[in-house]
């Protein structure tokens, strides 16, 4: 018979077991040590770390791994590439190189120097906004929680707020008149049932349907707050006296014409109004000539 396990030996796996999955779980991306921010010890500025400031290009004291996140690399746990004398060493002394992709400091470290550069989480990182990657501002990156995209610190919010919007006017497929039950955050397209899944293609059961288009993981429409595009041509109306943008305006020009209407009717009065005066003037003076003349000819008489 197999010997009974202690109590010792199962909390030993049982940490074990827990350190692997904490090794193995997916962090956010503002949790990736190349994604931490910084403040500028010269300038003052907050940015992302990286090794040289973006405003002043000034190198920090401290620099910080971008793959481990130490600033502090011990001689006897790490596995240093160059070996320092002391117990510990930090600053300059610490660093081997810069990456390409995030910009930030890789420690000597032979773990760290030969990993970072294939399986940096910012390779590739370009804005879906502003096509701004992290050499072009000083900002943090993130992800859209929706269509999964790099999103600069500038663009974040107003992506995420205008994300959940289709590219068609309503939630029908595309291949057919049916209602479209999944929807592809990415693609922002819908598919029903039968246009979402692909022949020959197997699908796991508790795992979500990917798109056919851009392989995306799909989401079921019902569970999201999916709006269509609507485009208004023209000034409308509204009945209602919401605080919209299109009747704010609508209103403002209402009121200009009428004021500019009102002008025109002024101009056109006074107008009107001066001419007859002038005719008035006109029958005046001749009248008072053909008096004149008839006086002039009873005198000659």
């Given amino acids: 018979m197999p010997k009974k396990k202690t109590g010792q030996r199962k909390k030993a796996e049982k940490q074990k077991?827990?350190?692997?999955?904490?090794?193995?779980?997916?962090?956010?991306?503002?949790?990736?040590?190349?994604?931490?921010?910084?403040?500028?010890?010269?300038?003052?500025?907050?940015?992302?770390?990286?090794?040289?400031?973006?405003?002043?290009?000034?190198?920090?004291?401290?620099?910080?791994?971008?793959?481990c996140g130490k600033q502090k690399c011990m001689l006897k746990t790490g596995d240093c590439v160059i070996r320092h004398a002391g117990v510990f060493t930090t600053g300059m002394q610490m660093v081997g190189a810069i990456c390409d992709h995030c910009e930030a400091w890789i420690c000597h470290g032979r773990k760290c120097l030969q990993s970072h550069a294939c399986t940096c989480p910012l390779m590739d990182a370009v804005c879906v906004e502003c096509e701004r990657g992290v050499w072009d501002h000083g900002g943090r990156m993130y992800k859209c929680c929706f269509c999964d995209n790099f999103l600069c610190e500038d663009d974040q919010f107003e992506h995420q707020a205008s994300c959940q919007v289709l590219e068609s006017e309503s939630y029908k497929?595309?291949?057919?008149?049916?209602?479209?039950?999944?929807?592809?955050?990415?693609?922002?397209?819908?598919?029903?049932?039968?246009?979402?899944?692909?022949?020959?293609?197997?699908?796991?059961?508790?795992?979500?349907?990917?798109?056919?288009?851009?392989?995306?993981?799909?989401?079921?429409?019902?569970?999201?707050?999916?709006?269509?595009?609507?485009?208004?041509?023209?000034r409308k109306r509204q009945d209602d006296e919401g605080e919209d943008d299109d009747y704010v305006y609508d209103a403002e020009y209402t009121a200009y014409r009428e004021a500019s209407d009102y002008k025109y009717a002024e101009t056109d009065s006074d107008y009107s109004e001066d001419e007859t005066d002038s005719d008035e003037d006109e029958e005046e003076e001749s009248s008072e000539e053909e008096a004149g003349a008839a006086k002039a000819g009873k005198s000659t008489d």
């Fill in 17 to 67: 077991l827990r350190q692997k999955e904490i090794r193995n779980r997916e962090s956010q991306l503002p949790e990736q040590p190349c994604n931490l921010p910084m403040d500028c010890e010269k300038c003052g500025k907050k940015q992302k770390s990286r090794a040289f400031c973006y405003f002043c290009q000034s190198v920090q004291r401290l620099p910080i791994c971008a793959q």
């Fill in 173 to 234: 497929c595309q291949s057919c008149n049916r209602l479209g039950q999944y929807s592809c955050l990415r693609c922002k397209t819908c598919y029903c049932e039968d246009h979402i899944r692909r022949k020959g293609f197997k699908y796991d059961k508790n795992k979500p349907i990917p798109c056919p288009k851009c392989n995306y993981d799909t989401n079921q429409t019902k569970d999201l707050s999916m709006s269509v595009r609507s485009h208004k041509y023209g």
